[in-house]
């Protein structure tokens, strides 16, 4: 899809602070340095995009992004970072928790891995949180390029076992899908964005060469 408008919304510290829209949201959720940042400056085109989440005390916000003035592409804080313990990982732990099963804008999670250690505890606990709502989570298997062929494939055989694993209380699979992703070498660009546009219900071009015009 053409990303022609991006425009920052807000910073929301719990739910209560989340926009009250129609707009049907697009999580991304990860560890820490996992490429998450790098993802939603490739999908935006701009290189400082995601710079809002990285700013120290703001990391734990839930940061709201229009696209298209159609969607929205919602940067939920990472996990992983040995700081986050205590009362603060409660809270971070309560915030996710409720978006991720509470928020009925919510179309789809895309999780983000680092495809060289992917499935960690965080990663794991996320997809059981997610997993009751039905909703569909896309797993991209991120820095691909820092793999060989033969260690994408393994990577992606391990990781279609294990979403296979989770199945409804009928026994049907999940709507759990997984690809390989690299920002950096443009790896599964085009698989990312027909599944977004698909989950979407969107039209239109691939996100590869986007035209951008921001508003502040
Ligand atoms: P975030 O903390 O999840 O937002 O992760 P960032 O997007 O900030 O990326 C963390 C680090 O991984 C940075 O040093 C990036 O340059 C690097 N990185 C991100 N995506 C890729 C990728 O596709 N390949 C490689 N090799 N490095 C990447």
Not at 57 to 77: H, Q, R, Y
Not at 177 to 183: E, I, K, M
Request: aromatic share 8%; net charge negative.
């Amino acid at each position: 899809m053409k990303i022609t408008s991006v425009e920052f919304e807000v910073s929301a510290p719990d739910l209560r602070a989340c926009p009250a829209w129609a707009l049907p949201e697009f999580a991304l959720i990860g560890r820490s340095n996992g490429g998450k940042s790098s993802l939603i400056n490739l999908l935006a085109a701009r290189r400082d995009l995601a710079k809002v989440s990285d700013v120290p005390g703001k990391t734990k916000l839930i940061n709201f992004f229009v696209m298209n003035g159609a969607w929205s592409l919602v940067d939920l804080p990472g996990y992983g970072y040995a700081e986050v313990s205590g009362s603060a990982k409660h809270h971070w732990q309560d915030l996710l928790g409720r978006y991720v099963q509470a928020r009925e804008q919510l179309v789809a999670l895309v999780l983000i891995m680092d495809a060289r250690r992917p499935f960690t505890e965080l990663d794991v606990e996320m997809l059981e949180w997610f997993a009751p709502t039905g909703k569909p989570i896309h797993c991209l298997l991120s820095k691909a390029d820092k793999l060989n062929r033969s260690e994408q494939s393994d990577a992606m055989r391990l990781a279609k076992t294990i979403l296979s694993s989770y199945v409804d209380e009928a026994g049907q699979p999940l709507p759990f899908s997984v690809q390989l992703f690299s920002a950096l070498k443009r790896i599964g660009l085009e698989e990312a964005d027909q599944t977004i546009r698909g989950l979407l219900g969107l039209d239109g071009n691939d996100i590869d060469e986007p035209e951008v015009a921001t508003q502040e």
